[in-house]
């Protein structure tokens, strides 16, 4: 497991820490990690270049003393100075280990604008031959853009130098990943006492390359904002030898309809492989027929088709006994949608709204759909971030930017647990608590895998999971199948995927957690 905390809880922990502590003690152990790093990444320190981007705060600080490191072990290293004023004692240091310090009067006529937006040619030829890039501008400090001169030299590094990020890559926020503007790209980011959540949530995770976390020796955290489970926590439930099918759980898949047929098939197909004892499936004839030729374990009931101007509920007593409903992938948006997606928010056991079943939640008055949620068995809905823009009213642009403000507002105002999916899929119940998964690719961005997604989960809830589980490991199995299919033997390139691929592997991807 991977645990992030909020900037506030990390500066309160430090504070008591520093208390204890002769002065300048964690920055030494900050830097003393941040260098052994960079030292590594660097192979032979003799006669490498390395280059530091020195801001006002202690991040800089941290950077001034590893570079200290680094030149009394033989680096060359140049600290490019991007405030009037820098961390005094780190810098004093630098200088003693013999470091070059390009100054701040120095640095801004360098960064003066060339031609266009592009960096002057004079920086260029400054930073050429750079082999290793030390980020200190902002750390867990940084609010907003990045000002004066951190964003012109941000734009101006060399790209063929490796760049190493201190405690979180400047631009990006701690707190949330959010990024305002120009940021810093990270091949790797070394963090210190605890990861900060913008280290997991995208589009901040994306600038962070490889998370390195350094102990400083910081003790006493709270609860933590956010939480990535590794493989290894992900532990849905075993068979015992004596159980029987019922026993393992009985998931209903509610899916498809007039025009969509693929969606039906996929969540079918992945709730079978997720480990559940029996999938029902339950749809309109032309479906079922589908379903029945391709799944033929699957036990299906054809949901008579009402006739116009009919508002009667759907029986769903009819389709079995289910542990789980998956309701919503290929359903459509029409009245038979939404009396189905009604149907089974009445039922007493767990569900899971999805894709056109979120369309038709988010189609609802307010009142009817806080009624709606509000019940006692878990309720887990896995929208995209369009589908969430709907369910909140807000752009879906603004989701993608600030993930987890948005996962966190949805579970919270709904009451119940939400998984909003896309290049960082977040799962949050209504007490606030976020999970963040660490698996998939970005090949897993193809049609059909969110259906391959709700298959899975539900299955999962089926066997008695709870939602904010079976959706961390739902996302956590989802992404370990993806990667196995894009890439199936060591040392090939990842290659294009299709949701049916995903689906072939998932049970390669269960017998990894084991
Ligand atoms: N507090 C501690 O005990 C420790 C802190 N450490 C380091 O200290 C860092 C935090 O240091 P600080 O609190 O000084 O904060 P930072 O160094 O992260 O940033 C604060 C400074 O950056 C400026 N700034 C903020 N946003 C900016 C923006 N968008 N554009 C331009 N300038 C901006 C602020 O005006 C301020 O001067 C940590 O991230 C970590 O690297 C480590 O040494 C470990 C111990
Ligand atoms: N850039 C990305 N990187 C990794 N995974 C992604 C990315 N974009 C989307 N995904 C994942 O792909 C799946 C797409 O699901 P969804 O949007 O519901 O598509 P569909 O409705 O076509 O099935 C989700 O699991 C999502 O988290
Ligand atoms: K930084």
Known sequence: MRYAHAVDEVRAAEAALMARLPEGTLMQRAAAGLAAVCAQLLGGLYGSRVLLLVGSGDNGGDALYAGARLARRGAHVTAALAAQK?????????????????????????????????????????????????????????????????????????EEAAVVACDIPSGVDADTGEVADTAVRADVTVTFGTLKPGLL?????????????????????????????????????????????????????????????????????????????????????????????????????????AAPGDDTEPDLDAVGRVQAWVVGPGLGVDARGERLVKATLRSEVPVL???????????????????????????????????????LNVGRDQIEARRLVHVRAAAAGLGVTVLLKGSTTLVADPGGQVRANLTGTPWLATAGSGDVLSGLAGALLAQGVDAADAGAWAAHLHGLAARIAAAPRRGLAPAPITAEDVLAALPEAFAQLS
């Not at 009067?105 to 360098?110: I, K, N, P, V």
């Not at 030390?134 to 400090?141: E, F, M, S, V």
């Not at 068995?377 to 589908?387: C, D, I, Q, S």
């Open 86 to 158: 820098t961390h005094p004692e780190g810098l004093a240091d630098f200088r003693a280990a013999g470091g070059r310090v390009l100054d701040y009067a120095r640095l801004e006529s360098l960064l003066s604008p060339g031609e266009g937006s592009a960096p002057s040619s004079a920086a260029r030829r400054a930073f050429e031959g750079t082999d290793l890039v030390i980020d200190g501008l902002t750390g867990i400090g940084g609010r907003g853009a990045l000002r004066g001169l951190y964003g012109a030299l941000v734009r101006a590094l060399p």
């Open 201 to 305: 949530i995208d589009p901040g995770a994306a600038h962070a390359g490889v998370v390195e976390l350094v102990d400083i020796g910081l003790t006493g955290l709270p609860e933590p904002a956010v939480i990535a489970p590794a493989t290894a926590d992900v532990r849905p439930p075993r068979p015992e030898a004596e159980t029987d099918k019922y026993r393992r759980g009985v998931v209903g898949v509610i899916a498809g309809g007039a025009r969509f047929t693929g969606a039906a098939l996929l969540s079918v197909g992945a709730a079978l492989r997720g480990g559940a004892g029996m999938v029902r499936f339950a749809s309109a004839a032309r479906v079922v027929a589908l379903v029945d030729a391709r799944w033929p374990e699957t036990v299906t009931t054809v949901l008579p088709e």
């Open 353 to 391: 709204v999805d894709a056109d079943g979120l369309t038709v939640l988010a189609g609802l008055p307010a009142g009817v759909r806080r009624a709606l949620l509000d019940r006692r068995a878990p309720t887990l809905l896995t929208p995209h971030a369009g589908e969430l823009s709907r369910l």
